[in-house]
């Protein structure tokens, strides 16, 4: 009791966190006093050792890690249980978003999905000028950035050129703020390529928005669509994850004596723990935790039905480097063709696992494979398929050498480029890339040009100056700052040759 | 099967900074041009095959072999120690390529790419092959939509440059210097030909970029900005010109002495070529 008393006490009087920052780290403390769902010795064990990692969600899951709620459900019919009716213009829609999303749950505790918000807003458009949707665009993007501050907040728009598309990409350029992040949906045969010239020059100016491929992306969901979350989660819409857990390749690899082993033993071996892991998390949520008495099950935002569990896999830089050495071949992956290869193969094998492996209560009673993009408490370990820090080669030699993966990750691969600045005087350069990237089978395109002080830090935004101030020790107003400050400390990410930490969760008071 | 060769110093399959959009760049070895201010020079010689880089090689990627340096990628870690041992400017890693080499490079890449640039070195040394490769491109349908662009120096010869226009897309031209004799100073040859070869490509309106490094205390001098200003003027207002600030990264010898260019440096002349109506000047987005 006397540690416990201790942290909490830490907690409340740190003089960097706002009290909302304070309550969610007590929150996350009381719920950890629970015993964690019940897991087999051999599951624990491999969670204790770190061969698996449950993101530190928690010990008593009450809520989907991300929900996706459909929101044209209260656009359209208004909310009986939050007293709202259907709203008739583009004030009282945006106005009813803002409510909506101060009662949709995620493991960061604020919404990580606030929707397609081209779709949901077009039908009230009409009769407006592009400069009078400016300006609401920009009210409704001051006020999500001031009071939702959390960079892994997701707004999508796109695949088709249109005027809030447009206006959205040209408030989020000017204003450059950490919230929210943006995707753009971006197919071929849709989207004009203005409206991808006009994504790619944002990029240039805030290294916002990622790209996703949609017909790819599509072909993976079915009619009521997907959407991207977080950093780079590959959702059902009116529905979400209920849980990520990741397997650690390196890990595994530590524990393997040959690529022979590793394949057909130790990843089939922990690949099964990882299941068990994420199927006792997915049954305290579904069958303990009453979550789906919820307002948004009974008015049809989400559907029990739709969630899915999310597979992460990390590190697989370092499992094939480690297998390379194994047999002693020199070369690196990412570098070298045969590296390359190895690790197209350890996909293959994974997708394969997730295919033919039951999962109880998820969407279509299958997980989804994720190329997870690390936490901030990630040392010397690479997120997802990513090359490591600091030895990417150039962008091209980049995309190609991770393009065969792209298919296998059905819920999303976080993969970020990192452009030297001379692209500013070139955005052709950087349209082409993405264009191609996508055309190739990229599943999704993000970018970070060297110098924006807006960087991914593992995948959600960050500034850098906001960094600087906290380790000032000022306190920011923006819950993803600590993390990147975490992240920037512990994981050379920022040595990424324009800087980069990926990813989401602040996971626990440090 | 095209049968022309390259000796290549190296190869990118990403440049935003050689001509429109991304490109792929081949740089060719040897240079007749011979300037204290090259940030490449080991771009300039050609291996006499001394071995005196072979030693030097931390990683045994250098090797000799009956009497030829032979290297070895694989076993490189690009550190250019190599290049430093050399007495002569040539580089023991240039390997040749073919058509036939470079089609299959772009042929992987074609997607992510708006075109080719052959860079050096001075590119135009190896015409032939340029002619060649252009021309394979634009007959390959998969390729035909890259566009083919050189960066040079300017020294080719205009019956020379009659022969390669025709599949040739665009011209990068560095103007080095205005004036003759500083011209001389700075690169060991007179711009006699720079001059015509700039009027040439203007003329057959292949000229993509005019390209002028700002050397201070040589190139921004009041007389030789004040000749570039004319020369534009005379060629169009709309010539594109991208104004390029010294550095001392990569270069070697006493230019490491002279004066960087800053950013002030370079947007005061920017400044003077927009007064003059010079409408598409470009500055460097970075300076290091
Ligand atoms: S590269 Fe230079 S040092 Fe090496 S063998 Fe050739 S000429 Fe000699
Ligand atoms: S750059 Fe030159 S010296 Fe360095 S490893 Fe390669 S061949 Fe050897």
Redesign the pocket.
């Known amino acids: 009791m006397q540690a416990i008393h201790k942290k909490l006490q830490q907690i409340v009087c740190d003089q960097t966190l706002s009290p909302q920052q304070k309550a969610r780290y007590l929150s996350l403390e009381a719920e950890n006093l629970l015993p964690y769902p019940e897991l087999d010795a051999d599951t624990s064990e491999a969670l204790a050792a770190g061969v698996l990692c449950d993101l530190v969600e928690g010990h008593a899951p009450y809520k989907p890690r991300y929900v996706l709620p459909d929101y044209s459900v209260v656009l359209t019919q208004g909310s009986e249980y939050l007293e709202l009716d259907a709203p008739k213009d583009l004030d009282e829609a945006i106005n009813c978003l803002m409510i909506a999303y101060h009662h949709v749950p995620s493991v960061t505790g604020m919404p990580v999905y606030i929707g397609h918000l081209d779709q949901l807003l077009l039908p009230f458009c009409e009769g407006l000028t592009d400069d009078q949707l400016y300006t609401k665009i920009k009210l409704f993007w001051r006020y999500l950035d001031r009071t939702l501050p959390d960079a892994f907040m997701h707004a999508n728009i796109g695949p088709q050129d249109n005027p809030v598309a447009r206006a959205i990409l040209r408030v989020d350029a000017e204003l450059k703020q950490i919230a929210p992040n943006l995707t753009f949906c971006y197919d071929p045969d849709i989207s004009s390529d203005a409206i991808l010239q006009q994504a790619t020059d944002n990029i240039i100016a805030c290294s916002k928005p990622h790209i996703a491929n949609h017909p790819m992306h599509q072909a993976a969901f079915d009619d009521r669509g997907y959407g991207i979350v977080s950093c780079y989660n590959a959702l059902p819409v009116a529905g979400g994850a209920a849980t990520l857990v990741r397997l650690n390749l390196k890990e595994v690899a530590l524990r393997s004596t040959s690529v022979t082993d590793f394949l057909t033993r130790k990843l089939p071996y922990y690949g099964d723990l990882c299941f068990r892991l994420l199927s006792s998390r997915m049954s305290y949520l579904f069958e303990k935790s009453n979550f789906f008495t919820s307002f948004l099950v009974q008015e049809g935002w989400i559907d029990r039905q739709r969630f899915t569990a999310m597979y992460g896999i990390y590190g697989m830089a370092e499992a094939v480097n480690l297998l390379q050495d194994m047999q002693q071949c020199s070369g690196r992956y990412g570098h070298d063709a045969k590296a390359n290869q190895l690790g197209y193969q350890i996909s293959e094998a994974l997708a394969e696992l997730v295919q033919r492996t039951p999962v109880k209560h998820a969407w279509r009673g299958r997980a989804m494979l994720h190329s997870q993009a690390g936490i901030s408490s990630d040392v010397e370990v690479t997120p997802g398929v990513r090359i490591p820090y600091g030895s990417e080669p150039d962008p091209v030699t980049h995309i190609q050498a991770l393009l065969p993966h792209h298919h296998y990750y059905a819920s999303g691969i976080s993969e970020i480029l990192t452009l030297e600045e001379t692209i500013k005087n070139n955005p052709q350069a950087l349209f082409t890339l993405c264009k191609g990237a996508l055309a190739a089978g990229f599943r999704e395109f993000t970018a970070n040009v060297d110098s924006n002080d807006l960087v991914r830090v593992t995948g959600y935004m960050v500034r850098l100056s906001d960094i600087e101030q906290y380790n000032q020790q000022q306190g920011s107003r923006i819950n993803t700052t600590a993390l990147g400050a975490e992240a920037a400390a512990s994981t050379n990410i920022l040595d990424r040759k324009p800087r980069v930490v990926s990813h989401e969760l602040s996971p626990s008071y440090s | 099967m095209n049968s022309a060769q390259a000796t290549v110093s190296k190869i990118l399959n990403y440049s935003c900074v050689d001509g429109p959009g991304n490109r792929l760049v081949v740089f060719l070895q040897g240079c007749n041009f011979n300037c204290s201010s090259c940030h490449n020079p080991h771009t300039i010689g050609i291996c006499n095959h001394c071995g005196d ?1 072979v030693p ?7 090797t000799v072999l009956e009497g030829k340096v032979s ?1 070895d990628p694989q ?9 430093r ?1 050399c007495s002569i400017n040539a580089n ?2 240039v390997q040749t390529m073919s058509v036939e080499a470079v089609l299959a490079r772009l042929t992987e890449h074609h997607l992510m790419l708006d075109g080719i640039t052959l860079s050096g070195g001075e590119a135009t040394l190896q015409a032939h092959f340029i002619g060649q490769l252009f021309k394979a491109i634009k007959a390959d349908a998969r390729l035909r939509h890259l566009s083919c662009f050189i960066d040079s120096n300017g020294q080719l010869g205009s019956s020379a440059w009659q022969r390669l226009l025709p599949v040739t897309d665009g011209v990068l031209l560095d103007i080095k210097a205005l004036d003759a004799d500083l011209h001389q100073t700075l690169t060991g040859r007179s711009n006699q030909r720079v001059l015509q070869s700039l009027r040439l490509l203007h003329q057959a309106d292949k000229l993509h970029e005019l390209r002028y490094l700002v050397i201070p205390g040589f190139t921004d001098r009041p007389s030789e900005v004040h000749a570039l200003v004319e020369l534009v003027q005379s060629l169009g207002t709309a010539t594109q010109v991208r104004l390029n600030a010294f550095q001392h990264h990569g270069v070697i010898g006493p230019a490491r002495e002279w004066p960087t260019a800053s950013k002030n440096d370079i947007e005061i002349i920017a400044g003077q070529l927009r007064q003059q109506g010079i409408e598409r000047v470009i500055t460097p987005a970075v300076y290091i």
Do not use: I
Request: hydrophobic share 40%; proline share 10%.
């Open positions: 880089c030097a090689c931390p990683h045994k990627a250098l290297f076993q490189c870690d690009q550190c250019d120690a190599c290049l041992a023991p890693m």
